[in-house]
């Protein structure tokens, strides 16, 4: 019997999806305007947040309930070493650190997988099916904003292992409704997606913050080359 747990999902995370996408760091990327600096910074969060997700969907992938939703195709981690190589050089582990939300990020997925792991889907519906969805447009603002060339830098977007994506999100879709699920359960879930959700908002709002203290020191930068003319 389907649970139509993958509407109930959308439905249910529609306000956290909404106010995610209303950060400003959100809407200047969708408006065509990146930071380098902060994009790179993203990528290295992504990167410790993909890990996490991963390790533990591996471990729990003979679990009755992960299993529905192990789709190793899916996978980010690799992808972003990738881009990490182009952002900061082939040295990339020794130059990032997971950003303060990032690190409540990565050890709330290990908390639940080892107390509900269940509640994994949430995360992996709302990272991944965003990330499917979305990926091509946000490749394609990404390479004109930040003049990328030869596929450089967004390797990210990538799903090399899914030739149809409107096919594999119908699947997706179907083995969502077909997990055996108490109503608790999906309550739960679905509460699960909506803490992922203000998660990844305040992990943008981070960038934001950071993008405001990088405009800062160019412009106390470029006051104190004015000074030095004038004395």
């Excluded at 999902?9 to 990327?29: C, D, I, P, Y």
């Excluded at 380098?36 to 969907?57: D, G």
């Excluded at 030869?150 to 699947?171: C, L, Q, W």
């Amino acid at each position: 019997m389907s649970t139509n747990l993958a509407q109930q999902l959308r439905q249910g995370t529609a306000k956290s999806h909404s106010m995610a996408e209303n950060v400003s760091f959100v809407k200047s990327f969708l408006g065509g305007v990146i930071n380098k600096e902060s994009y790179r910074k993203l990528v290295a969060n992504l990167f410790f947040v993909y890990t996490a997700i991963e390790e533990e969907l591996e471990k729990h992938k003979d679990n009755d309930i992960i299993k529905s939703i192990y789709f190793p195709e899916l996978f980010r981690k690799s992808s972003l070493v990738e881009d990490l190589a182009y952002y900061y050089g082939l040295n990339w582990s020794d130059e990032i650190q997971p950003s303060h939300v990032t690190k409540l990020y990565i050890e709330r997925i290990h908390e639940i997988s080892n107390t509900q792991p269940e509640l994994l889907i949430s995360h992996s519906y709302t990272r991944y099916i965003g990330d499917l969805s979305g990926g091509q447009i946000l490749k394609k603002i990404a390479i004109n904003a930040m003049q990328l060339t030869n596929g450089s830098g967004t390797a990210f977007y990538d799903f090399k292992s899914i030739p149809d994506e409107k096919i594999f999100k119908e699947n997706y879709r179907n083995a969502l409704n077909d997990i055996p699920l108490s109503n608790k359960q999906i309550q739960q879930i679905i509460s699960e997606a909506n803490i992922a959700f203000n998660l990844n908002m305040k992990m943008f709002q981070e960038l934001d913050s950071n993008l405001i203290k990088i405009m800062l020191m160019l412009f106390l930068s470029s006051i104190n080359s004015l000074r030095k003319k004038f004395t």
